[in-house]
C-alpha cells in the first residue's frame, strides 16, 4: 500500500498560479498511471490529468492548456502546475493512482474572482 499525501490549503485570486505537490510513502516508479482530480460542492469528481510512466500526459478539456501534471520518479512526488486559475477551478484536489486505486487526502484550492 502506498500512501499518497496533497500538502495544504490554498487560497488565490483568478488569473494566479500555484502548484500542488503528491508525495507518496513508497516509489511510484512501478506506478504506471498517476493522476490528479478534483471534486467541487454539488458537482461529481472530474479526473483533470493523467501521466503515465513515461511520461505522456492527458488533460481534461477545462484545463488544457492551463494545467501541467508532472511526476519526478527519484522524489516519489507528482505535480499539478496549474495556471490562469478561475473561480471556476476552485475544489478540493485529489493525487491517485487509478490502476491501484490509491487516494491522497485532498488539498483544498480556492480561486477568488
Known amino acids: 500500500q502506498v500512501q499518497l499525501m496533497e500538502s495544504g490549503v490554498f487560497l488565490v485570486q483568478a488569473g494566479g498560479s500555484l502548484r500542488l505537490s503528491c508525495a507518496a510513502s513508497a516509489s511510484i516508479f512501478g506506478i504506471n498511471a498517476m493522476a490528479w482530480s478534483r471534486q467541487a460542492p454539488g458537482k461529481q469528481r472530474e479526473t483533470v490529468a493523467t501521466?503515465?510512466?513515461?511520461?505522456?500526459?492527458a488533460y481534461a478539456d477545462s484545463v488544457k492548456g492551463r494545467f501541467t501534471i508532472s511526476r519526478d520518479n527519484a522524489k516519489n512526488t507528482v505535480y499539478l502546475q496549474m495556471n490562469s486559475l478561475k473561480p471556476e477551478d476552485t475544489a478540493a484536489y485529489y493525487c491517485?493512482?487509478?490502476?491501484?486505486?490509491?487516494w491522497g487526502q485532498g488539498t483544498q484550492v480556492t480561486v477568488s474572482s
Open positions: 491517485y493512482a487509478p490502476e491501484w486505486n490509491y
Open positions: 501521466i503515465t510512466r513515461p511520461g505522456s500526459t
